[in-house]
């Protein structure tokens, strides 16, 4: 495959500014930018797959520069529905050396900020140098804009549009720069700053966007969506990431395979066919989480996310150590326990189970273990001298419902 064909075949391109792009992709040699804005002390997966994009591209003989926006970041890309909240400058620059420090270690790549070159423009010099190219009709047809004029917007967020096609610009002039890509909802600034540089200099500059990743109900992967997977592991443990990609629907793994891993079409569509046959085997969603997990963290961290899942199945928790056990507890419904307390009365005051007499009836069935060892004692108590670390109890109710009691 071309290069264009193979971002086609896994699901990286949705629009395109011109169709000579796809040559000029195949040929190589473009300077390219994707940028982010700095909402955030860490990326997140929904950026994971952006990122990946600049490194394909890169590997094809293109040059990437990453764009963390530390001035559009105190203005705010609009949102569909309403403003954004403001950022102190404090914030955002304390976000930005930790996007900057993340993209650098992860990617290797060039990092700029876009705070550089609008502190030396002041607001009449913005309006004549800039604004001039835009007409109110103009952005009013834009999408995200179209879709805020009844709810309102503010013309600090209206005017971002100009702030990103500045940057195109600017990378343009300075360095360049021939080609712009984006998530989807970012068609109408990236194509805004075409328009620029073609009214500006007279030069064709290029851009296309990727689909945004969703899970099969289109929920995309964001902050937004109060569903981030972080890529700092301090704020999504490996383990936690393991687990995401372990579960994720059979009818969305392949896509994400395409779209996450650099494996080769032959190796996925191999992951497809067993995926097909025995979805039970787990097989592309183990693949997947390998993939991404050793790319983000080293495969060390990918062997510790597997041995916590393998103890937590197989009960096996004593096996954990404190470490891993803070990480396997993250997702756990946690319940603090003041004193020692018997275990038909915790598992009523922790909600583990509605009664006292359901209480019972799990423990007598052999449902309920206690740092993986079965109990069926209803006089058992819960002991802080037998946690795990002197901290932790882990209950287990049933086969896969986990509870982590936390002794004060």
């Given at each position: 495959?071309?290069?264009?064909?193979?971002?086609?075949?896994?699901?990286?391109?949705?629009?395109?500014?011109?169709?000579?792009?796809?040559?000029?992709?195949?040929?190589?040699?473009?300077?390219?930018?994707?940028?982010?804005?700095?909402?955030?002390?860490?990326?997140?997966?929904?950026?994971?797959?952006?990122?990946?994009?600049?490194?394909?591209?890169?590997?094809?003989?293109?040059?990437?520069?990453?764009?963390?926006?530390?001035?559009?970041?105190?203005?705010?890309?609009?949102?569909?529905?309403?403003?954004?909240?403001?950022?102190?400058?404090?914030?955002?620059?304390?976000?930005?050396?930790?996007?900057?420090?993340?993209?650098?270690?992860?990617?290797?790549?060039?990092?700029?900020?876009?705070?550089?070159?609008?502190?030396?423009?002041?607001?009449?010099?913005?309006?004549?140098?800039?604004?001039?190219?835009?007409?109110?009709?103009?952005?009013?047809?834009?999408?995200?804009?179209?879709?805020?004029?009844?709810?309102?917007?503010?013309?600090?967020?209206?005017?971002?549009?100009?702030?990103?096609?500045?940057?195109?610009?600017?990378?343009?002039?300075?360095?360049?720069?021939?080609?712009?890509?984006?998530?989807?909802?970012?068609?109408?600034?990236?194509?805004?700053?075409?328009?620029l540089?073609?009214?500006?200099?007279?030069?064709?500059?290029?851009?296309?966007t990727?689909?945004?990743?969703?899970?099969?109900?289109?929920?995309?992967?964001?902050?937004?969506?109060?569903?981030?997977?972080?890529?700092?592991?301090?704020?999504?443990?490996?383990?936690?990431?393991?687990?995401?990609?372990?579960?994720?629907?059979d009818?969305?793994v392949?896509?994400?395979?395409?779209?996450?891993?650099?494996?080769?079409?032959?190796?996925?569509?191999?992951?497809?066919?067993?995926?097909?046959?025995?979805?039970?085997?787990?097989?592309?969603?183990k693949?997947?989480?390998?993939e991404?997990?050793?790319?983000?963290?080293?495969?060390?961290?990918?062997?510790?996310?597997?041995?916590?899942?393998?103890?937590?199945?197989?009960?096996?928790?004593?096996?954990?150590?404190?470490?891993?056990?803070?990480?396997?507890?993250?997702?756990?419904?946690?319940?603090?326990?003041?004193?020692?307390?018997?275990?038909?009365s915790?598992?009523v005051?922790?909600?583990?189970v509605?009664?006292?007499?359901?209480?019972?009836?799990?423990?007598?069935?052999?449902?309920?273990?206690?740092?993986?060892?079965?109990?069926?004692?209803?006089?058992?108590?819960?002991?802080?001298?037998?946690?795990?670390?002197n901290?932790?109890?882990?209950?287990?109710?049933?086969?896969?419902?986990?509870?982590?009691?936390?002794?004060?």
């Amino acid at each position: 495959m071309t290069l264009f064909e193979e971002l086609k075949w896994r699901g990286l391109i949705k629009d395109i500014t011109s169709p000579e792009l796809e040559e000029k992709l195949n040929q190589g040699g473009m300077t390219f930018y994707i940028g982010t804005d700095p909402t955030a002390d860490s990326m997140h997966l929904g950026h994971l797959s952006s990122f990946l994009l600049p490194k394909r591209l890169k590997d094809a003989g293109h040059n990437p520069i990453l764009l963390v926006g530390g001035g559009t970041g105190l203005i705010g890309d609009p949102k569909a529905t309403s403003e954004r909240d403001m950022k102190t400058k404090e914030e955002i620059m304390k976000n930005y050396e930790g996007l900057k420090k993340q993209a650098e270690e992860l990617f290797g790549f060039e990092v700029v900020n876009n705070l550089d070159w609008y502190n030396d423009i002041n607001m009449i010099d913005f309006l004549r140098d800039y604004g001039k190219y835009f007409t109110i009709n103009y952005m009013l047809d834009k999408d995200i804009i179209r879709r805020r004029l009844e709810s309102g917007i503010s013309y600090t967020e209206f005017s971002y549009m100009i702030l990103q096609a500045l940057d195109f610009l600017h990378l343009h002039k300075t360095r360049g720069c021939s080609l712009q890509v984006a998530g989807s909802d970012q068609w109408g600034n990236i194509t805004a700053g075409v328009d620029l540089i073609k009214k500006a200099t007279g030069d064709t500059v290029y851009a296309f966007t990727m689909p945004l990743v969703t899970d099969s109900h289109g929920v995309k992967f964001g902050k937004s969506e109060g569903n981030a997977l972080w890529l700092d592991k301090n704020k999504t443990s490996s383990y936690e990431l393991y687990q995401f990609f372990l579960n994720v629907e059979d009818s969305m793994v392949i896509d994400y395979l395409k779209i996450y891993t650099f494996l080769s079409k032959e190796e996925i569509e191999k992951y497809a066919e067993v995926n097909a046959n025995e979805p039970h085997l787990r097989l592309a969603h183990k693949k997947l989480a390998e993939e991404v997990i050793t790319f983000l963290h080293g495969h060390e961290e990918y062997e510790k996310a597997v041995h916590i899942s393998d103890a937590l199945f197989k009960g096996n928790i004593k096996e954990l150590s404190e470490e891993e056990l803070i990480d396997a507890s993250k997702n756990m419904d946690s319940y603090e326990l003041l004193e020692d307390k018997d275990l038909v009365s915790l598992l009523v005051e922790a909600k583990i189970v509605s009664s006292k007499r359901e209480a019972r009836e799990f423990i007598s069935n052999n449902s309920i273990s206690i740092n993986g060892d079965k109990v069926n004692d209803l006089e058992f108590v819960v002991s802080k001298s037998e946690a795990l670390y002197n901290k932790f109890t882990i209950i287990r109710k049933g086969k896969k419902k986990y509870y982590v009691i936390k002794h004060s």
